[in-house]
């Protein structure tokens, strides 16, 4: 029987995709391990490979197609000795992805054909709920209702993450009491009436903003944020960098103040060990290394990749790392393990001008640190002068279930040490 090539999961919050370019053609004969397609995801291009081995019956996604649900048939394999005339009415007509309706009769199901990675298929449907024995007690123990969770485990199954990750909305309502009404966000048809007398322009959503809409609402409305400021004397940093940037010319490295930044957090992170730390659903993660990651802006969003174990490099490795991971974040050419994991981001708008600000955390992460411009200012010194100096603003954004005040004010407090005291740094 025909085999369908479903539309992968190539990232763990992809639900949909581009289907950017096909690599093979209706006839091609294929093994396991030769790539198909090149798919966009929310975050990246990257490559499909092949399962099984066999021949190209039908593409039935053309090139080019936005929105392709994760599952949804984009190919259609022949075993030997199949021919496309063997495909008959198992095998879908092309449609277009965002009005794909669900056919009239039922048809045999094909043979599904996995991905590296694949996501799994939905829960089955009745009144039966797939769970596992340890998800069921979680979810017992949460008071949530395992009905109102979508599983991730193989056909639907609903295994222990999916409990740990549940909101509270998912809690049995029976009894409850009726909630306080909330007003709605407004919705897109009433927001295109208000301006439908005013010339614009209708800009579709891509996979990463809508990634980024969903996470940062996430954050806003489930994480606790709390604010820690600090102002940095910058002059000692800035003259030792002009001092490390002329003997390292002749290497051609040029170490930025976000590479001093970078560095100043790593070595905080081993300074204040209890705020290396992650949000985990029903727990904390107390990470080892210092993964930091760094926000970088490209168009149409940002990725934060993560440099990992930071607190072992020096600034030149530092800096080498950085450049090449910004480069290719800006081609979105990034793996996935390359922008996940981190406890702390950091996020710096001050190239841009911009005095201070105040970041939203990324989750899971613990905190991030927002920062500004290094700005002349008139200060106090130590025998009561008024003198210039160059003033940066730091501003780290916690995430009160993970680190309290105190502790956070530890932190920054190591981050503002590490800054002033940059050759200590390289101890």
Known sequence: ??????????????????????????????????????????????????????????LLVP?????????????????????????GKNAPAPAEPETRTKEAEPRPEPKPVSARPARLAEPEKGDRIFASPLARRIAADKGLDLAAIKGSGPRGRIVKADVEVARPDAAPTVGAKPATPTLAPASA???????????????????MRKTIAARLTEAKQTIPHFYLRREILLDPLLDFRAELNRQLAARDIKISVNDFIIKACALALQQVPAANAVWAGDRILKLTPSDVAVAVAIEGGLFTPVLKDAETKSLSQLSLEMKDLAARARDRKLAPHEYQGGSLAISNLGMYGID??????????????????????????????????????LTLSVDHRVIDGALGAELLAA??????????MLA
């Open 356 to 393: 201070s600000f105040d970041a939203v955390i990324n989750p899971p992460h613990g905190a991030i640190l927002a920062v500004g411009a290094g700005v002349k200012k008139p200060v106090v010194t130590e025998n009561g002068d008024i003198a210039a100096a160059t003033i940066l603003s």
């Open 189 to 207: 048809e009433a927001v295109l009436k208000v301006y439908a007398d005013r010339p614009h322009e209708e800009i579709p959503l891509d996979g």
């Open 63 to 87: 090139e080019g197609s936005q929105g392709v649900k994760v599952n949804t048939p984009i190919a259609v394999l022949l075993a030997e000795g199949e021919n496309a005339e063997d495909m």
């Open 415 to 424: 981050i503002k040490g590490n800054l002033e005291n940059p050759m200590a």
């Open 1 to 58: 029987m025909p085999t369908e090539i479903l539309m992968p999961a190539l990232s763990p919050t992809m639900e949909d995709g581009t289907l950017a370019k096909w690599l093979v053609k209706e006839g091609d004969t294929v093994q396991s391990g030769d790539l198909l397609a090149e798919i966009e995801t929310d975050k990246a291009v990257m490559e499909f490979e092949a399962v099984d081995e066999g021949v190209i019956g039908k």
